[in-house]
């Protein structure tokens, strides 16, 4: 009888252990009646598409979203509204979500994006930053101040070297006002102007917000211009403002980097080619693509519980890299800087991926 009931022992055994390795290899990923962890729902708020800085920035939070199948993202236009862009929060925060990746339009979202972190929330902020980083666990993006001063320094440098006429007449194109990218660009334009402007070397005889928008800075310049066109150089927030100036100064008979200079930043694929024919001197580089990339990487880890290390990140600030842009390299860049391969997020776990 000992035997007998052994050997039943032996068959149930071995009739459980065959059940349970059917329900490990089925269709389910996992024993038998245990469902996949449903992907975590996460929010990207940008500004729209009224730039067209940011359609390669949705591009890429699609493209990278598809390597992290947890993740369940969600692409919202705020069409450059904050106060939109504001309600779109707070829509978030309802829905239950677990993650927001916010592209602010301007300060004023940094009440509603500190409301999100103190409910758990964490928010990676991407290019533009709220004002002040308790209100957000992530920054993606580059230092600004920086990049005003890469772009007017060689400007600067380039009409000593040219030897044109001095004082030098020069007009600054602002951003969006309230826009972090738009106040600390124009900061490091007068980080390089204050010296020559306290030397006799440069007048300002413009520094106005352009919204961060061609016809804006072509109607603005083309005023300008009216007025006088004793104006050497123009200084501006990004690429789009740029090309709205070349189009007034052509308008006004002027030939562009020849009577007047611009400059700007973006690497806009118009831009390139404006700084290949002569048009425009420089650019500089800071791929709203990688930015894209490497905020869903932030989100993916931090949801992980991988957050940046506070002695390579303060304040959770990862700093994409930037390029200075002119005649002399421009064959070698590509459209709004998008390296073919994206590097990973340069902490914690991330994939490389392929722009194009």
Sequence with gaps: ????????????????????????????????????????????????????????????????????????????????????????????????????????????????????????????????????????????????????????????????????????????????????????????????????????????????SADFATAAAQRTISELLAKSTNVQLIVCGNDAMALGAIRAIKDHGLAPGKDVYVVGADAQPQSLAAIKDGEQLDTVTHSPFLEAVWAVEAMDNYLNGVKPPADKYPNGDVIIPMTLVTKENVSSISDWGTPQLIPPLPYGRGKPVRAR
């Design 1 to 208: 009888m000992l035997s007998r009931g052994g050997s039943i022992f032996r068959v149930v055994s071995v009739c459980l252990a065959g059940a349970l390795l059917l329900g490990v290899l089925g269709g389910s990923g996992g024993p038998a009646g245990v469902q996949a962890a449903p992907a975590r729902l996460v929010y990207f708020i940008f500004t729209g598409f009224n730039y067209p800085y940011f359609a390669p920035m949705a591009d890429g939070v699609r493209a990278t979203a598809k390597l992290y199948p947890g993740m369940t993202i969600k692409v919202v236009s705020a069409n450059n509204s904050s106060s939109t862009e504001i309600s779109q929060v707070n829509e978030a925060i309802a829905a239950g979500a677990k993650g927001i990746i916010l592209n602010p339009i301007s300060a004023s979202l940094t009440s509603v994006s500190q409301s999100a972190v103190a409910k758990g929330i964490p928010v990676v902020a991407i290019d533009r930053d709220v004002a002040t980083p308790a209100a957000r666990n992530v920054f993606i993006g580059d230092r600004d101040v920086t990049l005003g001063k890469i772009e007017t320094d060689y400007a600067l440098k380039y009409l000593e070297s040219h030897r044109v006429k001095t004082p030098w007449n020069v007009a600054i194109l602002q951003g969006t006002l309230g826009a972090s990218t738009a106040v600390d660009r124009v900061k490091g334009t007068m980080q390089a102007l204050d010296p020559a402007v306290k030397s006799g070397k440069v007048k300002i005889v413009l520094n106005q």
